[in-house]
C-alpha cells in the first residue's frame, strides 16, 4: 500500500469534515487501499443514553466516520450508558482497558482532578467558538493531553452543544435567597459554584433526571437544551425553564481514548481517528443550532414557561466563580497552572469578541427588519 495515497484521503476526509457544518452530512465509504492495514475492532462506551440522536449522535458520527475512511478495517461499536458501565464511569471503563474507548464529559471527573473541569466548560467561560480556538489553536488541547496522562488516555474533542440552557425548576426563582435550600441536577464547576449560591448539589446522569425531577427527590435539573431536554421528558416535571446557562457557555464533548491502545494504531487510523472526532466536533454544534429554536418553540406552545435568570443572580454567580476560581488556584498547584493560562487566552478572545461579535450581535438581534 502506497502510505501517501491513504494520508492524501485523510486531508480530503478532513475537508468534508471542515464542510459538514454547511449541510448536510452524510457518511459515504472513500476508496482507499487499505489491504496493508489491519482489521482493528474497538468499543465505545458513553455518557448517554441512546434515545439523544444529538449528543449520542456524535459518538456514532465519529464511529461512522473511522469505519467509512478505513472501508470498515478499522471499526467502532458505541454502547449506551448503562450497557457496559454506568454513564459517570466512562473514564474508569476507557482508563482500565474495559472497553478501548468512550463519549463522555471531561468535568463528570473534577474529583480526579479539578482542571479536567476545563475540558468541558466552566462558568462565565467560553463559547463554543472561543472554545474550539482555545482546543485548537490555544493550547487546550495539549493542557488535555497532559492530564490525561496520568490516567493513561489521550483525548479529542468531539461535539459542543453551544450555550446551554439554565435548567427547569418546580418553582419560580427570583432572588438568590429563592435559591437557598434547593436541591439541583448539575454537574462540575457549575456545581460548586451553585453550592456557593445555597443549592444541594448532585450529578445524575442523563437517563436517571426525569425520574428525580418528577418524584420529587430535585427541585431543578439542568441537561443541555430545548431539543435534548425534551426528549427527555424533563417539560413534564417541571414548568419553568430559564436561561442562560451561565455554567456552561461552549461545553466540548469528548472522545477518550486509552493510550495503550492508541499507540497499537497505525499512523493512518490515529489521523483518520482525529478527523473523525473533529468532523463530529464541528457537526454537533451546528446540529444542536438549527434544531433548538423550533425544539424551544414547541415547549413553549406546550405550556412551558421561559424565564431569564435575574441580574442580582447572575451577579451574584458570577462574583461567587471568579472566588471559587481564586480559591482552587491558591489550594492547587496544578489547577492553578490551567486556571491562568486559560484565564490569560479568555481575557484576549473576550476583548476581541466584543469588538467583532457582541457588537454586531446587540444590533442585528434587536434591529431585525422582521
Known amino acids: 500500500m502506497k502510505r501517501r495515497k491513504l494520508i492524501n484521503h485523510i486531508a480530503t476526509a478532513t475537508g468534508v469534515a471542515t464542510l459538514a457544518a454547511c449541510g448536510k452530512t452524510t457518511t459515504q465509504t472513500i476508496s482507499t487501499?487499505?489491504?496493508?492495514?489491519?482489521?482493528?475492532?474497538?468499543?465505545?462506551?458513553?455518557?448517554?443514553?441512546?434515545?439523544?440522536?444529538?449528543?449520542?449522535?456524535?459518538?456514532?458520527?465519529?464511529?461512522?466516520?473511522?469505519?467509512?475512511?478505513?472501508?470498515?478495517?478499522?471499526?467502532?461499536?458505541?454502547?449506551?450508558?448503562?450497557?457496559?458501565?454506568?454513564?459517570?464511569?466512562?473514564?474508569?471503563?476507557?482508563?482500565?482497558?474495559?472497553?478501548?474507548?468512550?463519549?463522555?464529559?471531561?468535568?463528570?471527573?473534577?474529583?480526579?482532578?479539578?482542571?479536567?473541569?476545563?475540558?468541558?466548560?466552566?462558568?462565565?467561560?467560553?463559547?463554543?467558538?472561543?472554545?474550539?480556538?482555545?482546543?485548537?489553536?490555544?493550547?487546550?488541547?495539549?493542557?488535555?493531553?497532559?492530564?490525561?496522562?496520568?490516567?493513561?488516555?489521550?483525548?479529542?474533542?468531539?461535539?459542543?452543544?453551544?450555550?446551554?440552557?439554565?435548567?427547569?425548576?418546580?418553582?419560580?426563582?427570583?432572588?438568590?435567597?429563592?435559591?437557598?435550600?434547593?436541591?439541583?441536577?448539575?454537574?462540575?464547576?457549575g456545581g460548586e459554584v451553585m453550592k456557593k449560591l445555597g443549592v444541594n448539589t448532585q450529578v445524575l446522569p442523563g437517563g436517571e433526571i426525569y425520574l428525580a425531577l418528577e418524584r420529587g427527590a430535585i427541585d431543578a435539573a439542568e441537561w443541555v437544551g430545548p431539543h435534548d431536554d425534551e426528549k427527555l421528558g424533563l417539560h413534564k416535571a417541571a414548568k419553568y425553564y430559564y436561561y442562560p446557562g451561565w455554567w456552561e457557555p461552549g461545553?466540548?464533548?469528548?472522545?477518550?481514548?486509552?493510550?495503550?491502545?492508541w499507540k497499537k494504531l497505525p499512523k493512518e487510523y490515529q489521523e483518520i481517528f482525529k478527523s473523525a472526532a473533529y468532523q463530529a466536533n464541528i457537526n454537533m454544534l451546528a446540529q444542536y443550532d438549527a434544531l433548538n429554536g423550533a425544539a424551544l418553540a414547541k415547549l413553549i406552545a406546550g405550556g412551558t414557561e421561559l424565564r431569564p435568570y435575574s441580574q442580582e443572580i447572575l451577579q451574584a454567580a458570577q462574583k461567587a466563580t471568579f472566588e471559587f476560581y481564586e480559591e482552587k488556584a491558591s489550594q492547587d498547584s496544578n489547577f492553578k497552572e490551567v486556571y491562568q493560562q486559560w484565564k490569560r487566552f479568555r481575557e484576549q478572545i473576550y476583548k476581541w469578541n466584543t469588538i467583532n461579535e457582541l457588537s454586531f450581535a446587540q444590533f442585528t438581534f434587536n434591529n431585525s427588519p422582521n
Open 251 to 261: 461545553p466540548t464533548f469528548e472522545v477518550q481514548v486509552n493510550l495503550n491502545e
Open 33 to 189: 487501499d487499505t489491504d496493508s492495514l489491519p482489521s482493528v475492532k474497538w468499543k465505545m462506551t458513553t455518557s448517554w443514553p441512546r434515545s439523544l440522536d444529538t449528543i449520542f449522535g456524535g459518538a456514532q458520527a465519529v464511529c461512522d466516520r473511522v469505519a467509512a475512511m478505513t472501508n470498515g478495517k478499522f471499526t467502532i461499536t458505541p454502547y449506551s450508558a448503562g450497557e457496559i458501565v454506568g454513564g459517570l464511569e466512562v473514564l474508569d471503563a476507557v482508563q482500565q482497558g474495559t472497553v478501548q474507548c468512550g463519549h463522555t464529559a471531561s468535568y463528570y471527573y473534577v474529583g480526579k482532578n479539578s482542571a479536567l473541569a476545563f475540558g468541558t466548560s466552566v462558568p462565565f467561560g467560553l463559547t463554543a467558538q472561543q472554545q474550539n480556538a482555545w482546543y485548537y489553536h490555544g493550547g487546550g488541547l495539549e493542557i488535555m493531553h497532559k492530564l490525561y496522562s496520568d490516567f493513561n488516555i489521550i483525548s479529542f474533542p468531539a461535539g459542543n452543544s453551544g450555550v446551554q440552557m439554565g435548567g427547569w425548576f418546580r418553582q419560580e426563582i427570583n432572588t438568590v435567597s429563592d435559591l437557598n435550600g434547593l436541591s439541583m441536577r448539575i454537574p462540575g464547576f
